[in-house]
């Protein structure tokens, strides 16, 4: 049975509970004192124990999504190991670097749950993928969300925005959809013209699992910084319309997600132009975690830390949002003088909510304001992708903007999440 298996849950918690009771019923015969008695105590003892954490850790990992399999938790299964991804085409054999591309296993609609709205009205769909990187070698699970316009035949030759979304550590990406609710947030976004059509690739920060990266090129280790800021543009340009510069990507995460998406971002302006962290940290995290990323380089791990970043060096013209609580939340001081230290080019807006946590309740919260304020930061130009076969730079006389409504929907009043730019001003969350 599979790790987030709900009959293995079942089995362990009732084999926990029979163990306590035979425990209770056995007791007074084992009460005697010699060593078989002793031995028995024991047993009965730590057996309990265990099959009671066992089902407490199932019913957790289940909960928060953690781990997605026995493999995910234990390190094996062949992470690391070249894969071949060819668009649905046999394999002529094992390549350790191949094309980037993009392995589609299957779609499923997303309902756009939005009172008032036509029976008909689409929220577009996701798909599930395994996306494979030219530079790297390395092979990810992902969830690719196409808003309904992707498919509409009047935006054809469009190419899209896209944001790409992490979870934190050890996180996996299914959370992103049924915990964080990303795909909904952004159609019902999208539908009321709050936020332009825009693709969303959902993963983890982590490659190589159960290793924490912090998305990191890993001296003598997994190339997670590369990954995401070539590999990944690589592969979805090749298998999808979208924007092929900057301009036209921005990331957005929380806790260790949220760190790379700034990191990522302020490193790397050419891949994204904006980030939004949610209870992000500022610097690389060094645990047994994480292991040695940096070889032990001093250098390294100061260009990892983005308050040394802003000290140190030119800061780069990009916007960033960065979220975190008054209360309730250890990141807030460190927010707070993040903030302040920015200079221009660079633009920080801020999210403080009054109280809240490290846990979903807090980041479903903040979620449907930054979100559209992130891909209000997105732009495409003419030549900024193209679908394959056509020629870049080419665009179709009179086709619509992103932002005009789909059959169906209804215009609506400007965003009430559109947020300024400028540093010194922070945005109000909405109540919940």
């Not at 094309?99 to 008909?120: E, I, R, Y």
């Not at 539908?191 to 982590?206: A, D, E, F, G, N």
Request: aromatic residues 8%; glycine residues 10%; charged residues 15%.
């Amino acid at each position: 049975m599979g790790l987030t298996s709900q009959k293995l849950q079942i089995l362990i918690a009732l084999l926990a509970v029979l163990c306590f009771a035979a425990t209770v019923w056995v007791w007074p015969r084992l009460g005697l004192r010699n060593w078989k008695a002793l031995l028995g105590r024991v047993g009965l003892l730590l057996t309990s124990q265990v099959l009671t954490l066992a089902a407490l850790g199932l019913a957790a990992n289940n909960w928060g999504g953690f781990y997605s399999s026995w493999d995910d938790l234990l390190g094996t299964g062949g992470q690391n190991a070249p894969a071949t991804i060819n668009n649905g085409q046999a394999a002529k054999g094992p390549q350790t670097h191949t094309a980037a591309d993009v392995s589609v296993l299957s779609s499923k609609p997303v309902p756009l749950m939005l009172p008032g709205a036509p029976t008909k009205a689409s929220g577009g769909s996701v798909q599930k993928v395994d996306i494979k990187g030219s530079g790297t070698g390395l092979d990810e699970p992902a969830y690719v969300y196409l808003p309904p316009q992707y498919s509409d035949p009047a935006y054809a030759h469009r190419a899209f925005p896209v944001v790409l979304v992490f979870t934190g550590y050890p996180g996996t990406p299914e959370n992103l959809i049924s915990r964080m609710k990303y795909p909904t947030i952004a159609a019902q976004a999208i539908y009321q013209q709050k936020m332009q059509p825009t693709i969303l690739v959902m993963m983890r920060p982590s490659v190589a699992m159960p290793r924490d990266n912090e998305c990191v090129d890993a001296v003598g280790g997994p190339q997670a910084e590369t990954f995401y800021t070539k590999d990944l543009h690589q592969a979805m340009a090749a298998h999808y319309r979208v924007g092929t510069t900057g301009a036209g990507w921005g990331v957005i995460g929380d806790s260790t997600g949220g760190y790379c998406a700034l990191k990522l971002t302020m490193r790397h302006p050419e891949a994204f132009t904006a980030a939004a962290s949610l209870s992000g940290y500022y610097s690389a995290a060094v645990d047994s975690t994480t292991g040695d990323l940096f070889g032990g380089s001093k250098q390294l791990q100061n260009e990892n830390d983005l308050m040394w970043r802003l000290k140190n060096l030119p800061q780069p013209a990009v916007s960033l949002l960065v979220a975190s609580s008054v209360k309730g939340e250890s990141d807030y001081a460190a927010t707070k003088a993040f903030a302040a230290a920015a200079k221009d080019p660079l633009k920080v807006a801020t999210m403080y909510l009054p109280s809240g946590g490290h846990n979903f309740t807090t980041w479903n919260q903040e979620t449907p304001i930054a979100l559209p304020w992130l891909a209000d930061k997105l732009s495409v130009p003419a030549n900024g992708g193209t679908a394959p076969g056509t020629t870049p730079g080419t665009s179709t006389p009179g086709m619509p903007p992103l932002g005009t409504p789909t059959p169906g929907s209804s215009p609506s009043s400007p965003s009430p999440w559109a947020l300024p730019a400028s540093a010194d001003e922070a945005i109000a969350p909405r109540p919940f």
